[in-house]
């Protein structure tokens, strides 16, 4: 897929929303301009993306969708700076990539095709799984913060859950990659694949 007729939407949100942007929050005007342009660019780059048909049409859209989700996500973290907020961009960025991930695979056909999209999946999980455990250890640590040491101590736990968690996620979505792999072989290949796959993810 070609670069799409975005730039410009890129280039604004990019200037708009920088981390370097984020650092200060937003006054309320400041917020709404923000809004209001996220809306403007968003409804130019889908006008961009009618000169195009079938599946880069939809892989267009889903950029333009993805880049207005993070857009906003960014926004609201930049106008109300919070653990809560910087998750939810996370989570944002990606759903948004998982989106456009999903229609660049239908692209393709028939093994390669799933393959494709548990790999998405995959690649989505983790990112969740990483935003989740940083919400989870930055809160168990402010809350620690404003108690005794054995308080500290309990969000050191719960940072080791939350890491746990994640990393349990992302096997999860790891093998489910792996099984769909083996559907590319048959009888006792298959079969060999899949205990190999069982045993690499500690799965019985």
Do not use: W
């Amino acid at each position: 897929m070609n670069k799409i007729n975005i730039s410009a939407i890129a280039l604004a949100l990019g200037f708009a929303f920088s981390a370097g942007a984020m650092a200060q929050s937003l006054s309320k005007s400041d917020y709404q301009a923000g809004k209001d342009k996220i809306s403007t660019e968003y409804k130019m780059a889908k006008t961009s993306c009618a000169s195009l048909s079938g599946n880069a049409n939809d892989i267009c859209v889903a950029e333009a969708k993805g880049k207005e989700k993070v857009a906003r996500a960014e926004l609201e973290a930049s106008y109300k700076p919070s653990p809560k907020t910087r998750y939810n961009m996370r989570v944002a960025k990606a759903e948004a990539d998982y989106a456009v991930a999903g229609e660049r695979c239908d692209d393709q056909a028939g093994n390669t095709k799933d393959v494709c999209v548990k790999e998405a999946k995959a690649a989505e999980t983790a990112a969740k799984a990483d935003a989740k455990a940083q919400l989870k250890t930055t809160d168990a640590n402010v809350k620690a913060n404003e108690k005794s040491a054995e308080a500290r101590s309990d969000a050191n736990s719960k940072a080791i859950d939350a890491h746990n968690d994640a990393t349990a996620d992302k096997v999860d979505a790891e093998y489910a990659v792996a099984k769909e792999k083996c559907d590319t072989f048959a009888g006792d290949a298959k079969d060999r694949c899949l205990d190999q796959a069982k045993a690499r993810f500690g799965k019985k």
